[in-house]
C-alpha cells in the first residue's frame, strides 16, 4: 500500500495549487481518503476527507469555501484543489486512506510522505 502525495510548492497570497495523491495497493473505492496538514510548531490537522463511495466530503472551518478535495477512480488519484491561499496555509500536505469515514488523524492507518505548501509574498 503506497499514498503517493506531490503538487507542493511556494505561491503568493491569493495563489492556488492542486495537491495529488497517487495510490497503489488498494482499491480506491474502498478507502476514505484525507488530507491533513502540519504547520512548523503545531500540530497536524484534518483539512478535507472525502468517502469511499459516495462522495460525501468534509472540510475543516478554516479551508470551507477555497479547497475542494475530489476523486478519480480511474486514475486512483485523489486531488486536493487549494485557491486563495493565505499564509496560514503553510505547511506540508500528508494524504491518508481510512476504512471508515473520519476526519481524525488517529483514524488513518496509512499515511503518505507529504509535500510542502509554502504561502508567502
Known amino acids: 500500500v503506497q499514498l503517493q502525495a506531490s503538487g507542493g510548492g511556494s505561491v503568493q497570497p491569493g495563489g492556488f495549487l492542486r495537491l495529488s495523491c497517487a495510490i497503489s495497493g488498494f482499491s480506491l473505492d474502498a478507502y476514505v481518503i484525507g488530507w491533513f496538514r502540519q504547520a512548523p510548531g503545531k500540530e497536524r490537522e484534518g483539512v478535507a476527507c472525502i468517502s469511499a463511495n459516495d462522495d460525501s466530503t468534509y472540510y475543516a472551518d478554516t479551508v470551507k469555501g477555497r479547497f475542494t478535495i475530489s476523486r478519480d477512480n480511474f486514475e486512483n488519484t485523489v486531488y486536493l484543489h487549494m485557491n486563495n491561499l493565505k499564509p496560514e496555509d503553510t505547511a506540508v500536505y500528508y494524504c491518508?486512506?481510512?476504512?471508515?469515514?473520519?476526519?481524525?488523524?488517529?483514524?488513518?492507518?496509512?499515511w503518505g510522505q507529504g509535500t510542502l505548501v509554502t504561502v508567502s509574498s
Open positions: 491518508a486512506a481510512a476504512r471508515r469515514y473520519s476526519s481524525v488523524s488517529s483514524s488513518y492507518d496509512y
